[in-house]
């Protein structure tokens, strides 16, 4: 469970795409990997696109190394950096011998549409140097999957669906997610003088575009089955 002050920050951005975030932790992929009964297609097409979305978002831990306004945070993003190679690297690598992806299918593959605007968001938060815009998005793809990730169900039996829901839940994983929460609060600036204001919009407005990414995300992964 993730807690954030009342009338803060990240309450306020939370709140203003709820709709999209209700639908993306609700989504029949989310359903269906739990029951683990997601096609293999499916999911091979999902983790494709996702280990473009995994490169983009190591350069923003990157990112975050470089911009983070104290030791204390850097070294968290460097410890966490370390994890992903560990443990989720070898996850996507098992996961695509498993539904038979090989790698020249996932070394470069054609982005749909989300990818492609989440690469879009990702590699403009890390041009910006912005530690605040660097954390919108990274609060939003660790919470929102934190958020699935939690859900008391009966755990599937196969490696592919049983390893994605591990890598977004447990203890060390609510931890991650609390401390990018805990430091968006922080570097979000208040008050109403005008810059304060317009850097507020900006962070809504990226928090909107994607959550609404997210969502689509999960949504693409069966267009090119279903149709
Ligand atoms: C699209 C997407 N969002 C969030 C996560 C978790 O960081 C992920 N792996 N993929």
Do not use: N
């Not at 966490?80 to 996961?95: K, N, P, T």
């Not at 020249?104 to 989440?118: Q, S």
């Not at 660790?142 to 990730?149: A, T, V």
């Amino acid at each position: 469970m993730i807690t954030v002050p009342a009338g803060g920050a990240v309450e306020a951005l939370r709140r203003s795409a709820d709709e999209d975030w209700a639908a993306a932790v609700g989504h029949r992929f989310v359903e269906e990997l739990f029951a683990g009964t997601v096609p293999d297609e499916v999911m091979a097409t999902y983790l494709i696109q996702d280990y473009q979305f995994f490169e983009d978002f190591l350069a923003m831990l990157g990112a975050c190394v470089a911009h983070a306004d104290r030791i204390e945070a850097k070294l968290r993003f460097a410890r966490q950096l370390g994890f992903l190679e560990a443990e989720e690297d070898s996850y996507f690598i098992r996961a695509f011998a498993e539904v038979g992806v090989s790698p020249a299918d996932y070394a470069d593959p054609v982005l749909l549409a989300p990818t492609a605007g989440f690469r879009d968001v990702m590699k403009g938060a890390v041009a910006s140097a912005s530690y605040p815009d660097l954390l919108v998005v990274l609060v939003i793809a660790e919470w929102l999957y934190l958020d699935w990730g939690e859900l008391e169900r009966e755990m599937p039996t196969r490696d592919v669906h049983v390893g994605w829901i591990d890598l977004h839940r447990g203890e060390d994983f609510a931890a991650w997610v609390q401390f990018l929460v805990d430091e968006l609060e922080r570097v979000v600036p208040r008050g109403d003088d005008a810059e304060a204001v317009a850097t507020r919009d900006r962070l809504t407005a990226l928090w909107g575009r994607a959550v609404g990414l997210e969502r689509a995300f999960f949504d693409e992964a069966y267009r090119s089955q279903d149709s």
